[in-house]
């Protein structure tokens, strides 16, 4: 069994309801394993939680909480050998359903007490890293008003889709995807290195973790009737076929603004801009799934 750091976000999902600490010695601590945990106290600090457990010997470092408590976790290891696993606890948990950890907490501690060892591309945009999407536009634009709505999970989630639906509007782009070249509206652009967002909402059912690609989602405009037809494309995992959306696969890609527009970073908003350069950089992360 791997040596073994938890790095657990109490502020995470279920997790504030939890003694979390109390499972983890429940079920992995039976397994007769070696490890440690480690909490956040602030955002961001799981970055350097990871960075010290990688330089202290551990062989996995395990995030403990959602795709934002993945993200930085990942951040971390970069440039080490030290896997990332997860412990999905979060409302979303796309990169964890993308790999196939199981979602209970006894069946993904047992899988990270005997894992398998791999490594996956990590995609990177204006100098931030993401594992699983990242976006321009509309999902953007939800993000950034879901992290101000005081709850989480996927009734909210939705409740403010449907609302901020009725106000957004697109924004004019120049997007050069390897040297191929759209001018258009951009209602969302996503980035995928992963297949969903989270919630099996997937967004790029054909995205590979070890390609080297990007796999690029376009939608110009949402009016109703296509909006109905991406919503049950993403829910089926059939988007691309829907034709309700276009894609490409690129190793990195460009974007220009003709006005500041909201990016996310696997789900979480990190502002807006007008200058966007998007790469992959292959097999970067080692992971324990």
Same mark, same amino acid.
């Given at each position: 069994?791997?040596? &073994? ?16 600490? +109390? ?45 934002? #408590? ?63 999407? +990242? ?20 009734? &909210?989630?939705?409740?403010? #889709? ?64 296509? +909006? ?45 801009? &007008? ?15």
């Amino acid at each position: 069994m791997p040596k &073994t750091c938890f790095i657990l976000n109490p502020m995470a999902g279920p997790s504030r309801r939890l003694d979390m600490p +109390a499972l983890i010695a429940q079920h992995f601590g039976a397994l007769e394993a070696d490890y440690e945990i480690r909490l956040t106290e602030f955002a961001g600090h799981a970055v350097e939680l990871a960075k010290q457990a990688a330089a202290d010997g551990f062989r996995v470092v395990a995030a403990v909480g959602g795709d934002g #408590t993945v993200n930085e976790v990942g951040r971390g290891l970069l440039g080490t050998d030290t896997a990332l696993g997860i412990v999905p606890q979060g409302s979303g948990n796309g990169l964890a359903r993308h790999l196939k950890v199981p979602l209970g907490l006894p069946a993904a501690l047992r899988r990270l007490a005997a894992p398998d060892f791999s490594r996956m591309d990590v995609g990177v945009i204006n100098g931030h890293p993401f594992f699983c999407t +990242a976006g321009l536009g509309f999902d953007a634009h939800v993000s950034q008003h879901f992290a101000q709505a005081g709850s989480r999970g996927l009734s &909210t989630y939705l409740r403010v #889709t449907l609302r901020e639906y009725r106000r957004y509007l697109p924004v004019r782009v120049r997007v050069d995807l390897d040297g191929q070249i759209e001018e258009t509206n951009c209602y969302v652009l996503a980035f995928a290195n992963a297949s969903q967002y989270g919630n099996n909402a997937y967004i790029a059912p054909l995205a590979d973790l070890r390609d080297g690609l990007l796999d690029v989602c376009l939608i110009d405009a949402l009016p109703v009737i296509r +909006a109905m037809k991406v919503s049950l494309g993403m829910a089926l995992g059939n988007l691309p076929q829907s034709k309700a959306a276009e894609y490409f696969r690129v190793p990195r890609g460009r974007v220009s603004a003709q006005a500041p527009i909201g990016f996310h970073v696997d789900g979480d908003y990190l502002g807006h801009a &007008t200058e966007f350069e998007v790469e992959m950089m292959p097999l970067a992360l080692a992971v324990a799934v």
